[in-house]
């Protein structure tokens, strides 16, 4: 996981990317004093579900990405669109390259949001750069195109100054609220579990369907 890169540093170095995902006006002092939009949680699974269950994730840990390739695909094929669980998908914005995914995966709306995060997690070594901003600007607005979103609408959705001073806010509050350490971790009907193996969580679903 990129910890912190930090957010503040990576901030301070979107105002060089010109065209690329964060321009000036994203710390523009006027916009971060503008009230911010409320960040609604994106899910998926039947809302009346028996388990409710809270993934906090980040674009940007490789553990992550790891989970949903091995974890998450089986979780909602058994337990998401069978109607056992009602997923939700928390945030978590440690860093700001997580930060232009979040704005670029919420670009796609809610049709496209969660086919963006798979594409996000699938290629992630792909399109981080560490030593390179303008490269992973370039390299995200390609998965954009890839998921259909036009140039017009990468550019008004990653230059959201608004929306990503919001995105960053809200995973603070609920990170905190939540006791979170790190990414990803899971939070089911109320109790807080680190990372683990589909075969544990399995276990731990199976018996709370059971109960």
């Not at 964060?22 to 039947?46: I, K």
């Not at 609220?177 to 009907?189: K, L, Q, Y």
């Amino acid at each position: 996981m990129i910890r912190k890169l930090t957010l503040s540093l990576g901030l301070a170095a979107l105002s060089t990317l010109g065209l690329g995902l964060a321009p000036a006006p994203l710390l523009s002092s006027a916009a971060w004093a503008e009230e911010t939009p409320d960040v609604a949680p994106f899910t998926l699974g039947d809302p009346n579900a028996p388990i409710e269950l809270e993934e906090f994730a980040s674009f940007t840990c490789g553990h992550c990405a790891h989970f949903h390739e091995d974890v998450f695909k089986r979780l909602k094929a058994d337990y998401i669109d069978t109607g056992k669980v009602h997923f939700t998908y928390r945030e978590v914005y440690w860093d700001p390259y997580a930060v232009w995914a979040g704005l670029l995966a919420r670009c796609g709306g809610e049709m496209r949001f969660f086919g963006i995060v798979s594409m996000l997690y699938e290629k992630q070594k792909d399109w981080i750069d560490p030593k390179d901003p303008q490269k992973t600007s370039e390299n995200l607005r390609r998965i954009g195109q890839t998921a259909g979103l036009s140039e017009d609408a990468m550019n008004q959705c990653l230059t959201d100054a608004a929306l990503a001073k919001a995105l960053s806010e809200n995973s603070d509050k609920t990170v905190d609220a939540a006791g979170v350490t790190g990414t990803p971790s899971m939070v089911i009907d109320g109790q807080l579990y680190k990372n683990m193996s589909y075969r544990d969580l399995k276990e731990i679903l199976d018996e709370k369907l059971a109960g």
